[in-house]
C-alpha cells in the first residue's frame, strides 16, 4: 500500500492505492482520496495525517518523538567504518585467516579482533595502540569493546611472528586478483623510532626520513601491475637497497610460487651480482641506473647517436646497447630546462661569491660541485660542468625485457604506486610513531598498515568514482547510530549519509540501515 499523486483536469489529487496480484498479473485499486494536494498543502494537513498515522507505528513515531527533542539519545556510536571494513576484510579472507592461525593459541581474547580494531583503527582513527583502544568508546565495532590495551600489544607480537604466513595466504586466496600477475614493482624506505627500536631491527643507516641521528628499519612493498600489495618485507635499519633486492626476489618464487614477471625497482637496487642473480633465477627487469656512480659507461651511453622518440608530451626515450645489455635514456623535456636554469642560478651565484671568500664556497653542496681546487686557489670547474649538463633531465634504465622502449620506460614511471603506498603508511595511516620495544611487536604494528593499505586498495578497485580518503573517511565516520527508549522498548536510529558514503555502501555490496529499527 502507498500514497501517490494523481492529476485530473488540472488538479492534483493524493490517493491511497493498494497492491495485488489477480489471475497472474499485478493489479491496483484506490483505498481513499485524501484531496486535493494544494489544498491539503495549505492547510498543513498533509502533516498532520502522517502525524496521525505515526501512532500506528513505533518505529514512526520514535523517529518523530526523538526529532521533537521528546527522547534521550542513551548512546551514540559510528558505524559507517566497521559496515564498510568488515565486508572487505571478510571477502579477502583476513578475518578467516587469523582465526585458523589463532584457533589452537590460549590468549583469552580473540587475535583477529584485536588485529582488525587496530587495521580499522589504522585507517580511520592513526595512531598509537592506546588510540585504538580509545576508539571502541565512540565506534561500533563487533567483539572489540572488551579488548584491553595490554592484549592490544601481544596481539601486534603475535602479529609480527605471522606477517609472512598471513602474506602467503592472503595471496592464494586471492589468487584470482593476481592470476595475470606479470609485472612486479619493489621499493624501499625507512621508518625511525621514537626508542631504541627493539633488539635486532633498530639501526642506524641512510635514513629516507632525513632523520641520521635515530634508529630505524628499512620497510619493502612489493606490488603487483595494478597497485595490489602482495607483501611488506622487513629489515634492520642499516639494511642497504642493493642488499634487500634478491631476497624479495626469491621469496617471489619460494613463498608465493611466482617465477616469470619483470621486476620493476629503484636505482638503489642495481649491482652486478643483483643483475645477475635476477637473470639466474628467471626473472627479467626493469632498473633505474644510479647515473653519476656508473660513470664510464654512463659516459659511453649517454654519448651515442640517435634519437630520441617521443613517448608523451613530456617524455622521449632512446634505446643504447653497450657491453651487450639494453639501457633506455629517458628525457624529461620539462626537467632539462629546470635543470639547466638551476645550474645557471648556481654559477651566476658562484662566479659573484669567488670574488669575496671563495674558501667558504668549498663546504657547500651546491656550489662544491662546480668548483675545482688546484694549490689553493678555487675557480669554477669548466669540466665538471659539461658532464654535469649531460644529465640534465634524463634518467637511465637497463633491462633484460624484450618490450619496447616506449614500454619500459611507462612501467618504470608506474613505480610512482609503491611511492604513494609509502607516503599513505607514513602520513595517511600514521605508521609512526613507533613505541614498542620487542621486535616483533615492531613488525606487527608496521604490518597493520600493510593490512590498513590492502583494504583500501580494494575498496578503491571496486568503486567507479575517484575519491580522497580524507574526504570518504570523514563521509563514513558521518554514519552514526543512537539508541533510544520508548516505553520500555530500545530503537536504534541511523543519521542521515553523507557525501559518497551511499555510493560506497553500494560498490560494496552493503546494506544501508534502516533509519529506525528495534535494538
Known amino acids: 500500500m502507498f500514497v501517490r499523486s494523481k492529476t485530473t483536469e488540472g488538479r492534483t489529487y493524493l490517493q491511497v492505492v493498494e497492491s495485488y496480484w489477480q489471475d497472474g498479473k499485478p493489479h491496483q485499486r484506490i483505498i481513499a482520496t485524501l484531496g486535493r494536494l494544494d489544498k491539503l498543502t495549505d492547510h498543513g494537513s498533509v502533516d498532520g495525517i502522517l502525524k496521525s498515522l505515526s501512532r500506528f507505528s513505533d518505529k514512526v513515531r520514535v523517529h518523530e518523538e526523538y526529532k521533537a527533542g521528546n527522547l534521550e539519545a542513551k548512546d551514540v556510536l559510528r ?23 589463532a584457533k589452537n593459541t590460549n590468549y583469552g581474547f580473540s587475535l583477529e579482533r584485536a588485529v582488525y580494531l587496530s587495521t580499522l583503527s589504522r585507517l580511520f582513527f592513526p595512531g598509537s595502540d592506546r588510540k585504538a583502544k580509545r576508539i571502541t568508546r565512540d565506534y561500533k565495532i563487533p567483539g572489540a569493546s572488551s579488548i584491553e590495551l595490554h592484549q592490544l600489544y601481544r596481539a601486534m607480537t603475535w602479529l609480527g611472528g605471522k606477517r609472512q604466513i598471513i602474506e602467503e595466504a592472503l595471496f592464494a ?59 611488506a618485507p622487513m629489515w634492520p635499519g642499516n639494511t642497504t637497497d ?26 638503489g637496487m642495481v649491482g652486478k651480482n643483483n643483475i645477475k642473480e635476477l637473470q639466474d633465477k628467471g626473472f627479467s627487469y626493469i632498473l633505474g641506473v644510479k647515473m653519476r656512480l656508473e660513470k664510464k659507461a654512463m659516459r659511453e651511453v649517454l654519448s651515442r647517436g640517435g634519437r630520441f622518440k617521443e613517448v608523451t608530451n613530456n617524455l622521449k626515450v632512446k634505446e643504447v646497447l653497450y657491453e651487450k645489455k639494453r639501457y633506455i635514456i629517458c628525457l624529461n623535456v620539462e626537467q632539462k630546462k629546470k635543470d639547466i636554469t638551476d645550474r645557471e642560478i648556481i654559477l651566476s651565484q658562484l662566479k659573484d661569491k669567488l670574488k669575496t671568500d671563495a674558501s667558504k664556497l668549498i663546504g657547500n653542496n651546491g656550489y662544491r660541485r662546480y ?60 605508521t609512526r610513531p613507533i613505541f614498542h620495544r620487542i621486535d616483533d611487536a615492531i613488525l606487527g604494528h608496521v604490518f597493520v598498515s600493510f593490512l590498513a593499505i590492502v583494504l583500501l586498495k580494494e575498496l578503491k578497485s571496486r568503486v567507479d568514482f575517484a575519491f ?52
Do not use: H
Open 242 to 267: 642493493a642488499k634487500t633486492l634478491i631476497p624479495v626476489a626469491s621469496s617471489l618464487k619460494e613463498r608465493f610460487g611466482v617465477g616469470k614477471v619483470t621486476f620493476v625497482a629503484d636505482r
Open 371 to 430: 668548483l675545482k681546487v688546484e694549490k689553493g686557489s678555487v675557480s669554477i670547474n669548466e669540466t665538471k660542468i659539461k658532464d654535469e649538463a649531460r644529465y640534465d633531465g634524463k634518467w637511465v634504465l637497463i633491462t633484460n625485457t624484450d618490450m619496447p622502449a616506449k614500454e619500459v620506460a611507462l612501467k618504470y614511471k608506474d613505480l610512482w604506486q609503491v611511492e604513494a603506498v609509502f607516503r599513505s603508511a607514513k602520513s595517511l595511516l600514521q
Open 173 to 231: 586466496e586471492n589468487k584470482n586478483l593476481f592470476s595475470k600477475l606479470s609485472v612486479v614493482f619493489f621499493d624501499t624506505t625507512s621508518l625511525y623510532f621514537e626508542g631504541g627500536g627493539g633488539d635486532t631491527l633498530g639501526r642506524r643507516g641512510y635514513s629516507k626520513d632525513r632523520r641520521p641521528d635515530e634508529a630505524q628499519m628499512v620497510v619493502g612493498a612489493v606490488l603487483d601491475e595494478v597497485g595490489r600489495p602482495i607483501a
Open 468 to 519: 580522497e580518503w580524507d574526504r570518504l573517511r570523514q563521509d563514513l565516520d558521518c554514519l552514526y547510530e543512537i539508541k533510544v527508549v520508548e516505553d520500555g522498548k530500545a530503537f536504534l536510529l541511523r543519521s542521515p549519509l553523507q557525501g559518497s558514503a551511499g555510493k560506497v555502501f553500494k560498490a560494496v555490496g552493503v546494506a544501508i540501515p534502516p533509519n529506525v529499527k528495534e535494538a
Open 79 to 101: 558505524i559507517g567504518p566497521d559496515l564498510i571494513l568488515s565486508r572487505l576484510w571478510e571477502e579477502l579472507g583476513i578475518k578467516k585467516i587469523l582465526k585458523d592461525l
